[in-house]
Nanobody, 127 residues
Framework: QVQLVESGGGLVQAGGSLRLSCAAS????????MGWFRQAPGKERDFVAA????????HYADSVKGRFTISRDNDKNTAYLQMNRLGPEDKAVYFC????????????????????WGQGTQVTVSS
């Protein structure tokens, strides 16, 4: 059974940084693309960033490009989201997700393409 556990969320001042982690278990982590999504209060869940199985292909939402960095450590079965220059617009619950396709070399930004999700971690940015 696949399990994803996010951590690293919290309260930060505008302009600050946070690093989210997503610890995965239950199947071969290095064989599946990973993604990060977020859901702000009263809004739908949106794509943030995605990374291919070996980190060679990465994609970001325009709203976070240049501020956020997605990465993964396949030896530790963990994905990360480094978030810099945070603003009030980044306040949301952040979710990591593991893609359904085995050993694909690309990334995926479609929410419906991910089969497994973490419980989410809250990020709050004070102005």
């Amino acid at each position: 059974q696949v399990q994803l556990v996010e951590s690293g969320g919290g309260l930060v001042q505008a302009g600050g940084s946070l690093r989210l982690s997503c610890a995965a278990s239950g199947r071969t982590f290095s064989s599946y693309a990973m993604g990060w999504f977020r859901q702000a209060p009263g809004k739908e869940r949106d794509f943030v960033a995605a990374i291919s199985i070996n980190g060679g292909r990465i994609h970001y939402a325009d709203s976070v490009k240049g501020r956020f960095t997605i990465s993964r450590d396949n030896d530790k079965n963990t994905a990360y989201l480094q978030m810099n220059r945070l603003g009030p617009e980044d306040k949301a619950v952040y979710f990591c997700a593991e893609h359904r396709t085995y050993y694909s070399a690309t990334y995926y930004n479609g929410e419906s393409e991910y089969d497994y999700w973490g419980q989410g971690t809250q990020v709050t940015v004070s102005s």
